[in-house]
Each structure stands twice: as C-alpha cells, then as structure tokens.
C-alpha cells in the first residue's frame, strides 16, 4: 500500500498493534537492559533500589543470575504494563507524527506546484517528529515508570509499585524522567528521518511507496540504532532517575554517574544491549506496521461495500 494513501489514524492504529507484537519479542533483552543501566557500582547502591546485591558484569552474566534466581517467567515481569504503555505511546506519536507531517508535506506540494517532496528537511522532521513525542511521552509517562520500577526490583505487584511511587515522591513521581523524555522526543524522529533519507538514497523513485520487507526491516532498524546511540546518555538518565526511591533532578544524576562511574564512559554503561533491542524492535515494528495497515483498510474497505 503507498504510504501516501493512508491516513494518520491507520497509521496510529497499525503502529500500535504492530508494537505489541515487537515489544513482546524483543522484552526479556529490555527487562535485561534497565537492569544494566540501573545497576550502580556497590552493593549499598543496589540495595538502596530493591536490586540484588550481586552486580552484573554483564549481559549473559545478567540473564544467567536472573534466570538461576527467578526461572524463566521473570524476564516477562511488567509485561503487560509496558505493552500497554507502548501501544499507547505508539498511538499517540505515529497519529501525531502523521497528521502533522502529511500537512507539512501538503505545504511543500502546493509550493512547488504539485511536485510532492521525497523527504522534508532535517529540522521539519525533527520539530514534528518531537513534537509527537512530547505528546506521547507525557501521555504514557505515569505508566513507563511503573514499568521501570517493575523492571528494576524483585518482587511487588503494580499496585504496591504505584502506592510506593505516590508515598516516596507523590504524584510528581510518575512523571519522573519527564525532562529527559523530552529531549528523547527526538529519538523516534531521528529514527523516522534516517528511514526516509535510506529510502531517498538507496531506491529508485518508483519503488519507495513500497520497499520491500527486508528493505523495511533494515533501513528503519538502522536508522533506530543510530538515534538510540547518539541519545543514549539521556536513556541511561532517563532510566536511573525513574528507579530511584527519593526524587534526583536530572543534573544531580549526571554529576554523580560522570563522578562515580568512569566519567564519560559511565554514560554509555549498557549501551550495546540499548542499541541492540532499538535495532530489533523497529525493524520488527516497521516491518509488521504496513502489513497490519493493509489488513485494517482492507477490512474498512470490506465492511464499507456491504452498507
């Protein structure tokens, strides 16, 4: 289906089923992940947060201590929340993203006398690919700290997480993370901008409406892994600042990890397995998004000749 043709909410729609699908594939590597990153050097820092006292030193030593201590079942704790918030989320930007951006693009067109570009400039698809994030990540703020919590100790249901959240930071809790969230607004559009510029580099004109499955997979699994490298830092934060029991401001947690852990190389603790699970999960994500488009307008189409 040409990607043209297809109006935003289809787009929010397929997004959001398509990520339930890539999210539920890829969860064990980014319960694993938070784990990585939360993790601070010493055992009173990790007991400080509910985590094990035993450090990992890395990523198969992290799923090999989870798995020996809680079975299989653990690596899907918080599942459901997460894919919940990531449907939302995905909802929420893609509806955005493509309401605002086919309008830009309607601009452009008329501009040019009905020549439609192949691909907007860097900083239009910036400012409304963050524009879109900073709707959905406020949306689903409340729920993906939950989820990082879940993530990040053992044992408590959701409940008891949120009544820890709301006691130890009151309702600003779930909102932790919120200033990083906003510069991370920025990672899905960076990600959206390096697929069209692939498309626009690497395939004849004819042919980008419709790339092929695997072009799909690995141009937009290509562009995710370099946004999610270059705003990594700001992940790691992200993730820190949700974990922990007393509220940290965003500057506080940057003096301690860049004193306490390495300096600048603290800021890239468990960053393969981040880049890894970006990698994954989009191609999977943009992979599936197109096809289950094509379902839901076929069944509109369908129901729509039978009134």
Known sequence: M??????PIIHALSGAVASIFSNTAVYPLDFVTTRLQTQEQGPAAALEKGQPQKQYTGLQDAFEQIYQKHGLAEFYRGLGADN?????STFCYHFAYNFIRDRRVAVHTKRRGGHKPSVLSMMEELTIGASAGVISRFVTSPASNIVTRSQTQDGGTAMDI????????GITGFFSGMKASVILAANPSIAYYLFEVQKALLLPKSRRASPKAVEIFLMSATGKAIATLLLYPVILIKARTQAQRVKVGIFAMIRRIFTKEGGLAGFYKGAPTQVLKGFLSQGILMLLKDKIAALIVAGYLAVSRRK
């Open 84 to 88: 919940l918030s990531t449907m939302a």
């Open 2 to 7: 040409a990607e043209e043709s297809v109006p």
């Open 162 to 169: 949120v009544r820890d959240i709301y006691n130890e930071k």
